[in-house]
């Protein structure tokens, strides 16, 4: 996969991979797709437990955990 960025964006990725010690641009877009999917597990977890939290009460047993996660880490690519 090849991405074309303006040179604002370029110049701004080689200050970070420099800063921040990433081993090059392509370690750096991995950080950041790592960083985004562990975000979006979150917020489907904080979703589910608000949902949860709104309908009535009911006991959450062993099965039920392990779905929930087996289902954030299918989300986080484990």
């Given at each position: 996969?090849?991405?074309?960025?303006?040179?604002?964006?370029?110049?701004?990725?080689?200050?970070?991979?420099?800063?921040?010690?990433?081993a090059g641009?392509?370690?750096?877009?991995?950080?950041?797709?790592?960083?985004?999917?562990?975000?979006l597990a979150?917020?489907?977890?904080?979703?589910?437990?608000?949902?949860?939290?709104?309908?009535?009460?009911?006991?959450?047993?062993?099965?039920?955990?392990?779905?929930?996660?087996?289902?954030?880490?299918?989300?986080l690519g484990?």
């Amino acid at each position: 996969m090849n991405i074309s960025l303006p040179e604002t964006l370029s110049a701004f990725v080689r200050r970070r991979v420099a800063e921040a010690d990433f081993a090059g641009p392509d370690d750096y877009v991995r950080h950041l797709i790592q960083e985004d999917k562990r975000r979006l597990a979150c917020a489907f977890l904080e979703e589910e437990l608000s949902a949860g939290m709104a309908g009535p009460a009911e006991e959450a047993d062993d099965a039920d955990w392990r779905a929930i996660r087996e289902e954030v880490a299918v989300r986080l690519g484990r």
